[in-house]
Nanobody, 116 residues
Framework: QVHIVESGGGLVQPGESLTLSCVVADSNFKTIPIGWYRQAPGNLRELVAVITGDGTTNYLDSVKGRFTISRDNAKNMLYLQMNNLKPEDTNVYYC??????????WGPGTQVTVSS
């Protein structure tokens, strides 16, 4: 079972920034795509951003130009720089691999709240 821990969430005002971090205890981390998901109560979990092992990125349309995903394969770390945050970005954020690479276990997530 892969151990995943997310951190960096918090309460911010609209327009402010946050950087999320995630550590994944998987020896194959550098070879697989990995992404950030988010889920609000009562909603399905959605993939916000994904990055391949070689650094190719893709984003949900609603966060393009505001969020930047990056990874440090040497440290098994995944990051999400979130700028110009909006109230609709309020969610619990998780990291996991997409599609057939998805880990069976999920981390605890990190809460992001955007409110004035």
């Amino acid at each position: 079972q892969v151990h995943i821990v997310e951190s960096g969430g918090g309460l911010v005002q609209p327009g402010e920034s946050l950087t999320l971090s995630c550590v994944v205890a998987d020896s194959n981390f550098k070879t697989i795509p990995i992404g950030w998901y988010r889920q609000a109560p009562g909603n399905l979990r959605e993939l916000v951003a994904v990055i391949t092992g070689d650094g190719t990125t893709n984003y949900l349309d609603s966060v393009k130009g505001r969020f930047t995903i990056s990874r440090d394969n040497a440290k098994n770390m995944l990051y999400l720089q979130m700028n110009n945050l909006k109230p609709e970005d309020t969610n619990v954020y998780y990291c996991n691999a997409p599609g057939r690479y998805k880990y069976d276990s999920w981390g605890p997530g990190t809460q992001v709240t955007v409110s004035s």
